[in-house]
């Protein structure tokens, strides 16, 4: 008789199952999203992927939460609200050059969350924190006190995921977004 996996092993085949779903998106599409295959890369019998994911729209959860989760460094830095605005923009714009295969699984998620409400669901959930970050330094000073702080963070996520379509003017793109919110004479 063979012992149950260990809880550490639960938890690199669940990151390997995340992963593997990851690289799918990115070099296929959601909708080139094959559970049977998702399951081979990671080693595991495609029956298995069940134990660690009962829908598929639980393994699209994970790999979003996976996909912001690299992003949320991008948030932690500067000393005031607008150096935090500042940083973010200017990490995210780096961050679709050097690793252009989050925005691209972000880009596929949010095309298709447009069509899939429990697509939407999960993509509204990853977007919150980053929108209630961002209204936050807006409304601890980070651009004028006349401007409403969420319509600011719609703007800067509005143009973060359109700048995710051509990674090679969004760092331009960006810092021009940085001079009209911050600048505030």
């Known amino acids: 008789m063979t012992r149950p996996p260990s809880t550490a092993a639960k938890v690199d085949r669940r990151r390997a199952l995340v992963q593997a779903a990851f690289d799918q998106i990115a070099q296929r599409g959601l ?15 495609h029956s298995s992927l069940h134990h660690y994911f009962p829908t598929k729209e639980d393994l699209i959860a994970s790999v979003v939460e996976y996909t912001t989760a690299q992003l949320w460094p991008t948030l932690r830095s500067g000393r005031s609200p607008a150096d935090r605005i500042r940083r973010h923009l200017r990490l995210m714009a780096h961050t679709m050059r ?8 972000l880009c596929e998620l949010n095309l298709r969350a447009a069509r899939d409400p429990a697509i939407r669901a999960i993509i509204d959930r990853g977007d919150q924190d980053w929108r209630a970050f961002i209204t936050a330094q807006l409304s601890d000073g980070a ?3 006349a401007y409403d702080a969420a319509a600011g963070a719609e703007l800067i996520i509005a143009s973060i995921k359109g700048a995710t379509f051509n990674p090679d003017t969004a760092a331009t793109a960006l810092r021009q977004l940085e001079r009209l919110l911050t600048d505030q004479e």
């Open 143 to 145: 651009w004028h006190r």
């Open 98 to 105: 050097e690793r252009p295969e989050l925005f691209v699984v």
């Open 31 to 45: 909708e080139g999203l094959r559970l049977r295959a998702v399951a081979v890369a990671a080693g595991l019998d």
